[in-house]
């Protein structure tokens, strides 16, 4: 595997990883075994900043990758890209809610938010495994240059 899958290949590992540790303990709160659910979902919650810091470093030294399908596809590619991105971005504000309300003993407001957040982010990891086998998988995807390349020029 090469260094532009090798990144891609990791993150996306971390969110799949992230949403069957939030769904663990999705179940754990149901089953009122409180003090788990914490621990599970703070689990949950460092594989997503794992997630994130793979993928904004590699972003930054790496790149983004390109769509390398068929022109015609482009389109509904980058429409899905920009669905699966939004959706990240929601999941991660609802998720520091989420947890906050939590760490806060607003159980009532963060059993609410917690469901959404929870239902958010597994869309999330289904699109991104979808986006990474899109890019990756079905047809080789088309590199860019690392952000760093463009601002200096090199
Ligand atoms: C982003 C991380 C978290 C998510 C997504 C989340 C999600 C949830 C969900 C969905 C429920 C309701 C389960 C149900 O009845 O269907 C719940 C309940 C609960 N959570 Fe979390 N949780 C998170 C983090 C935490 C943390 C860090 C704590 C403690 C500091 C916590 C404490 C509780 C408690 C005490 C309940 C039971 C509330 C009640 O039934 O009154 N959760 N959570």
Known sequence: MDLYMLFPTISTFFIVVSAILVAIGW???I????????????AGAIAAILFFIIYSSRTLLVGNTDWGGPDSLAPYYYVFLIFHIILATVAAV?????LVLGFKEKYARHRRLGRVTSVIWFITA?????VYVMLYILYPGGHTKPVFDILFRL
């Not at 089953?31 to 703070?42: F, N, P």
């Not at 609802?94 to 989420?98: A, C, N, Q, R, S």
């Not at 289904?126 to 979808?130: F, Q, S």
């Open 27 to 29: 179940n754990l709160a």
């Open 31 to 42: 089953k009122r075994r409180l003090e788990a659910h914490k621990k599970m979902m703070i």
């Open 94 to 98: 609802f998720g520091i809610t989420t």
């Open 126 to 130: 289904i699109t991104g495994v979808a």
